[in-house]
């Protein structure tokens, strides 16, 4: 079926105020995280959701790891690859990635696990790709009160906050699929402070929500500000940081 919903990820309002990792914390956000996980130089590690593979010529060149990405946005690859044509990029789907099983050593979902579709498959392609005892390190955002999840569904917009879950929710899904959950740091005032840039930049959220729907790609669904607005605090957004592991008994 055919996704007419406006893609935020590759919109260029976006990047103007984050950079290219497109994600409150950015860089330093993704090495906190590395820096928890036992990642030794050479290990094979994956970008679930890559976009224009910052993230992975980051993983290259600070800490010598095998980083390949994966994103379904031939725009965004085809925009990492301009950048830098060495970047080990290919276009795929969360629910089936391209490699065969318990081969990673690590993964990352850097606002990436709140975009997918089916959540449920992308857990298990994660969990089959990872190597017994694997790392998955998961920065992104949750909706802190759940009541609000209804009206994040609605919108018109493709992004990481319309499948935002619960904090419980999002945990569990992590254990039943297999996964040992090794730390959890809540960085909302990372995305307090994105909020404060964008305001900055564009004037108000008003205008940024505005401009986004006056810049939607043709045949997408235009972006009613009031409701995202509304269903952002009726959600009372979060951002936090994950890190978990497979279980070392399962392959």
């Given at each position: 079926?055919?996704?007419?919903?406006?893609?935020?990820?590759?919109?260029?309002?976006?990047?103007?105020?984050?950079?290219?990792?497109?994600?409150?914390?950015?860089?330093?956000?993704t090495?906190?995280?590395?820096?928890?996980?036992?990642?030794?130089?050479?290990?094979?590690?994956?970008?679930?959701?890559?976009?224009n593979?910052?993230?992975?010529?980051?993983?290259?060149?600070?800490?010598?790891?095998?980083?390949?990405?994966?994103?379904?946005?031939?725009?965004?690859?085809?925009?990492?690859?301009?950048?830098?044509?060495?970047?080990?990029?290919i276009?795929?789907?969360?629910?089936?990635?391209?490699?065969?099983?318990?081969?990673m050593?690590?993964?990352?979902?850097?606002?990436?696990?709140?975009?997918?579709?089916?959540?449920?498959?992308?857990?298990?392609?994660?969990?089959?790709?990872?190597?017994?005892?694997?790392w998955?390190?998961?920065?992104?955002?949750?909706?802190?009160?759940?009541?609000?999840?209804?009206?994040?569904r609605?919108?018109?917009?493709?992004?990481?906050?319309?499948?935002?879950?619960?904090?419980?929710?999002?945990?569990?899904?992590?254990v039943?699929?297999?996964?040992?959950?090794?730390?959890?740091?809540?960085?909302?005032?990372?995305?307090?402070?994105?909020?404060?840039?964008?305001?900055?930049?564009?004037?108000?959220?008003?205008?940024?929500?505005?401009?986004?729907?006056?810049?939607?790609?043709s045949?997408?669904?235009?972006?009613?500000?009031?409701?995202?607005?509304?269903?952002?605090?009726?959600?009372?957004?979060?951002?936090?940081?994950?890190?978990?592991q497979?279980?070392?008994?399962?392959?």
């Amino acid at each position: 079926m055919k996704n007419d919903s406006f893609k935020l990820y590759e919109s260029d309002l976006l990047r103007q105020t984050t950079g290219d990792t497109l994600r409150p914390g950015g860089f330093d956000l993704t090495d906190l995280g590395v820096g928890k996980c036992d990642l030794l130089p050479g290990a094979r590690v994956l970008d679930v959701g890559c976009g224009n593979g910052a993230t992975v010529e980051r993983l290259v060149s600070q800490y010598q790891l095998q980083a390949i990405g994966v994103d379904s946005s031939e725009m965004l690859l085809k925009s990492g690859k301009k950048r830098n044509p060495d970047l080990n990029l290919i276009r795929g789907m969360g629910e089936d990635l391209p490699f065969p099983a318990n081969h990673m050593d690590g993964v990352l979902a850097e606002c990436a696990l709140s975009v997918m579709e089916d959540l449920d498959q992308v857990l298990n392609e994660i969990f089959r790709v990872l190597k017994p005892s694997g790392w998955l390190l998961v920065n992104d955002v949750y909706a802190r009160n759940p009541e609000g999840l209804q009206g994040l569904r609605e919108l018109k917009l493709d992004s990481c906050i319309r499948r935002a879950l619960p904090k419980e929710q999002l945990v569990n899904k992590l254990v039943v699929h297999g996964f040992k959950i090794v730390d959890w740091t809540d960085h909302t005032n990372l995305l307090t402070q994105l909020t404060v840039d964008l305001i900055m930049a564009h004037g108000s959220m008003t205008q940024f929500w505005l401009k986004t729907s006056l810049g939607s790609c043709s045949g997408a669904d235009s972006v009613e500000p009031s409701l995202v607005q509304v269903a952002l605090k009726q959600a009372k957004m979060g951002y936090f940081q994950l890190i978990a592991q497979k279980d070392a008994h399962c392959s």
